[in-house]
């Protein structure tokens, strides 16, 4: 197109070779535009508490500063919750099912009573064996412990469980027996 | 400077007051467990008598429920209620003596379970050890060890092979090791002989050293 002026592409040649002073502050004009850009995306008050967080500061502190500072975080380590001799594994929550059996010949009602039910003969009743026969059985959650039970039978006898360790501290009279739940 | 240092004591002081007044007003009420509904199921006397054993168990940071348990034990068994106070006073106790022993951070099972191993006749000293050696809880250690006594195994054998266990054997492994020393009990085994052989067989036989010259006198299994 300039193939017949090579005069003129010369000279546009020698402008644009030509240094160009830049107004020194248009760095600071434009960073500006950008920052009103971005406040209208957000509240000012998020801006500000942003700009906040985000700048760069410096601290001086002492040496006795730092150490109470590195004894304070210390201390709150130390007394973190699960810290100390004993760390409960999850599982120590967590409760399990237990089948409760006594052979009652001719019984005509059987309660498992014990510390898991208060004690309390009508909450806990025990099922006869669907034929009929002398086996009665109770199901019952438990929670990590040690529990004392015995069967009342027909309300009056009563009988501890022949398949568990019998509680050495019984102070009544009546047998009771010891169930332990572990929880591991 | 003038303004705030002078009311600190007198913050204090006033709250102290307080403090007092409410402490001096509860201790005039009725023990707070006579209000509990399940206790309705003892006689007058003895109600009174074992809220107030519970009351003092409860300001003295000790686990109340075991007591009211123990209570109503008593009195779904018909004991008469003299019988009832009395245990409930030598349970508490046996739970202070427990808690002397495994320290304040015991949980509630835990000194339950310890003040049985106490009337078992375990020593403080084994219910301290077994804390030492244990970084779970040491509900069913504790628990395995008054079994074993329950069985006929000396208190010693019994604590001695519970120690050995308790550091590494899971809840599950110390159940079963209980049930194992029983069955061999049944079986005819000496109490003493059958404690060894069982703990031999939960970590293997050069894993113990209680009793170990006992170990050939394991009956065979059925």
């Known amino acids: ?184 | 400077m003038t303004s705030s240092l002078p009311r600190t004591p007198k913050s204090v002081a006033a709250a102290g007051a307080l403090a007092a007044v409410l402490f001096a007003t509860a201790a005039a009420q009725e023990p707070q467990h006579l209000n509990d509904p399940r206790l309705a199921r003892l006689d007058t006397a003895a109600r009174s008598l074992v809220a107030v054993a519970i009351d003092s168990a409860r300001a003295a940071g000790l686990p109340t429920e075991p007591l009211v348990q123990r209570a109503l034990e008593g009195a779904t068994k018909d004991a008469p209620g003299t019988l009832i106070v009395s245990a409930v006073q030598r349970l508490a106790a046996d739970l202070g003596r427990a808690r002397a022993a495994l320290g304040a951070s015991a949980t509630s099972p835990e000194l339950e379970a310890g003040a049985a191993a106490l009337r078992a006749g375990a020593g403080p000293a084994v219910l301290a050890q077994l804390r030492r050696s244990r970084r779970q809880t040491i509900t069913v250690p504790l628990a395995v060890l008054t079994d074993l006594v329950a069985s006929g195994v000396p208190v010693d054998s019994a604590a001695a092979a519970v120690l050995a266990l308790a550091a590494s054997a899971r809840d599950a492994d110390l159940i079963d090791f209980r049930r194992a020393v029983e069955r061999d009990i049944a079986l005819g085994a000496a109490p003493t002989a059958a404690t060894a052989a069982a703990a031999a067989g939960v970590f293997g036989a050069n894993a113990l050293d209680v009793n170990a010259g006992a170990r050939g006198a394991r009956p065979g299994r059925p």
């Open chain 1, 1 to 184: 197109m300039f193939e017949d002026r090579p005069d003129l592409v010369d000279r546009i040649v020698t402008h644009l070779r030509r240094p160009v002073q830049i107004d020194p502050a248009l760095d600071g004009r434009v960073m500006q535009e950008i920052a009103q850009v971005d406040t209208g995306r957000r509240s000012g008050a998020a801006v500000a508490a942003w700009r906040w967080l985000t700048r760069p500061r410096q601290f001086t502190v002492s040496p006795l500063g730092a150490l109470a500072t590195a004894a304070g975080l210390a201390a709150v380590v130390w007394a973190l919750p699960g810290r100390g001799v004993r760390a409960v594994p999850p599982a120590e929550n967590a409760s399990q099912e237990f089948q409760f059996v006594v052979v009652a010949p001719r019984a005509v009602q059987v309660a498992l009573v014990g510390d898991f039910n208060d004690w309390d003969a009508t909450r806990t009743p025990m099922r006869p064996s669907q034929r009929g026969g002398p086996v009665w059985t109770a199901v019952l959650h438990l929670s990590p412990g040690r529990y004392r039970y015995a069967f009342l039978v027909d309300g009056s006898r009563w009988l501890a469980d022949p398949a568990a360790p019998h509680a050495r501290d019984d102070e009544f009279g009546a047998p009771s027996s010891v169930v332990t739940v572990g929880g591991s």
